[in-house]
């Protein structure tokens, strides 16, 4: 069992240029898109989150459902749904501002436990950033860490969320020593202002960079570098790809076994190119199409 743990919110996204482009609500959220992705793959998956009971909030439930994914670890709250309008570029890159304000999911608190079995636990995006259920992910984040369980972590920077981006460069900087595998995206890492290496040194056994359409790299501790091209694909949007390089990389890692203790030191060249390649296919499904809409498992089998 994979369990995923941040926010699920609403989408608004445009059917064409300009500001108000006819806005359709989407479902969405990094690590709910993740956990969706996941479901499509084919991996046993949960959800941790806090979801309203509006009518958004029981449309998002239903569609993890729809997908294999198991809900019950999700709290509820009578608070709206969160709300993200997304502005598409001409290249299909998307930015966002976000209607943060006394909504469900930033009420999360610690869960007691997490489903039996669970193997892994990914983090990331605004679940991270927003008080106070930051600080219950955070402390999820350390007490599943400090019990051997595996953890991946996408800060997914949303800087429009941020306050006082010193304040949380040094917050993501003691993450790092609970964290397995680091996933971000170039830009993020330029933003954050550090290197692959000094966040290996910090704890991770593996960091991973996307490159957009020019590929992925996967940085390991040991030394290792491997990189792979991306795979060329009509870009509808870019919205859900790299919540989709996560799913694929913990769904290769679980197909791999490589989920416990010392399984990235044991991948080796192959095992990264490979892992890389399905997480680089799998990202070109969702941008060939609108919106966060993640591949299934015979779209990316070779």
């Not at 595996?150 to 609970?178: C, E, H, M, Q, V």
């Not at 192959?270 to 390649?277: E, F, I, Q, V």
Request: glycine share 12%.
């Amino acid at each position: 069992m994979i369990v995923v743990a941040g926010e699920a919110l609403i989408d608004l996204v445009p059917q064409g240029r300009g500001a108000l482009a006819g806005l359709r609500p989407a479902l969405g959220g990094g690590p709910y898109n993740t956990a969706v992705a996941l479901g499509r793959l084919g991996s046993p998956a949960a959800f941790c989150s806090r979801v309203s009971r509006d009518a958004f909030g029981e449309a998002l439930l239903d569609r993890l459902r729809e997908t294999g994914v198991d809900v019950a670890p999700v709290q509820r709250g009578t608070e709206p749904t969160t709300l993200a309008v997304a502005t598409v570029d001409a290249a299909g890159s998307a930015a966002y501002s976000f209607y943060v304000d006394g909504t469900a999911d930033r009420l999360f608190t610690l869960p007691a436990a997490l489903p039996a079995g669970t193997r892994a636990v990914s983090f990331g995006t605004c679940s991270l950033v927003l008080e106070p259920g930051a600080s219950a992910y955070e402390g999820l984040l350390r007490e599943t860490a400090s019990r051997g369980v595996f953890t991946a972590l996408d800060p997914n920077i949303r800087a429009g969320l941020i306050p006082d981006a010193d304040a949380y460069r040094a917050r993501f900087g003691s993450w790092l020593p609970s964290v397995s595998l680091l996933k971000l995206s170039e830009e993020d890492a330029a933003w954050l202002g550090g290197t692959p290496r000094e966040w290996l040194a910090a704890g991770p056994a593996a960091v991973v960079v996307t490159r957009g359409g020019d590929g992925l790299t996967a940085f390991t501790r040991d030394g290792g570098e491997y990189a792979v091209p991306g795979e060329r694909v009509d870009v509808v949007d870019t919205i859900g790809a790299g919540d989709t390089v996560n799913a694929a990389l913990l769904h290769g890692l679980a197909a791999r076994d490589a989920l416990g203790p010392g399984g990235l030191d044991d991948l080796g060249s192959d095992g990264w190119t490979a892992l890389l390649r399905f997480a680089a296919r799998a990202a070109a499904v969702t941008c060939s199409r609108a919106g966060a809409e993640p591949p299934y498992a015979h779209e990316v089998a070779v």
